[in-house]
């Protein structure tokens, strides 16, 4: 470790002021402290913001959902409001980290969580991410757990979020407060590809702090759910994963919304799975169509090919379980 400031927020507006002056928000701490202690990250000043209010999940206007950046991950999962409209959302959590974490980390948190890319995480070794401008040791070293989607020659590192995909899928949006208001922007523009930057990761501006996760109301009944495959059955990240929520009426799908995790750079949205499955009515021969797509644009490294069939399984799978054709 090395010498930091600390200082706790009374209040939204204390906390932006803050986050302006260039301090580093912390709420469960779960990901910044060990990468602190790795020295991964050195922050000057960490702002806590675990006192705020932002800690409920409430419905909206519409229907839809409103997690607070401060619901913890265990909170989250066992909501009976999140548990019976948006499954997806619940499974997503419980399958992530472990008990402790999730009684520890936030939504906020875990969607501004940082990769696990072990050369990121060696201080040691080459990482755009880490140390702008010094190479990626992933890109010619061991890069089974890497990314096939998204990369660029810069970064190739996977976002390892699960609750991200689930919100991905179901196109949530980011509630944000900073030192010019509050303003909310679509997931699928918060978190960021690498490109040319890849220690740029998120589009937030100075100061601005996570206040909430939205999610918009669907047509009933939606069914939802998330599968995740991985090396062991616990303790460990997607090596790829799907989110999938479909809204059946009629015996004709009206709404598909799937995504999926452990592949992309960022949680990885599915259009062309979506668009095959919408209007068209549940089949086995439907399912396998649609996920034949979903590793659309995959560029695979020398290690991780096999998550180009990986996912295309994942998905299927997936929408077979949801969609309710065996
Ligand atoms: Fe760093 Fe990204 Fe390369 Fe990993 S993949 S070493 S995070 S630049």
Known sequence: MYPFTYTKAADTRQAVNAGRRGGRYIAGGTTLVDLMRETVERPETLVDISGLPLSEVTV??????????????????????????????SQALELSASAQLRNMATIGGNIMQRTRCTYFRDVTAACNKREPGSGCAAREGFNRTHAILGTSDACVATHPSDVAVAFAALEATVQLLGPDGGRSIPFADF?????????????????????????????????????????????????????????ISGGVIREAKVAAGGVGTVPWKLPAVEQHLVGERPSKSLWAAAAARAADGARPLEHNRFKVELLQRTVERQLRIVGGTK
Do not use: C, N
């Open 60 to 89: 909206t206007e519409r229907g839809g959902l409103r997690i607070g950046a401060l619901v913890t991950m265990s909170e989250a999962a066992a909501d009976r409001k999140v548990r019976t409209t948006f499954p997806v959302v």
């Open 191 to 247: 978190l960021l590809q690498p490109g040319g930057t890849p220690s740029r990761e998120q589009s937030l501006r100075k100061g601005e702090l996570i206040t909430a996760v939205e999610v918009p109301a669907y047509p009933r009944p939606l069914r939802s759910g998330y599968l995740k495959v991985r090396d062991r059955q616990s303790y460990e990240f997607a090596l790829t994963s799907a989110a999938v929520a479909l809204h």
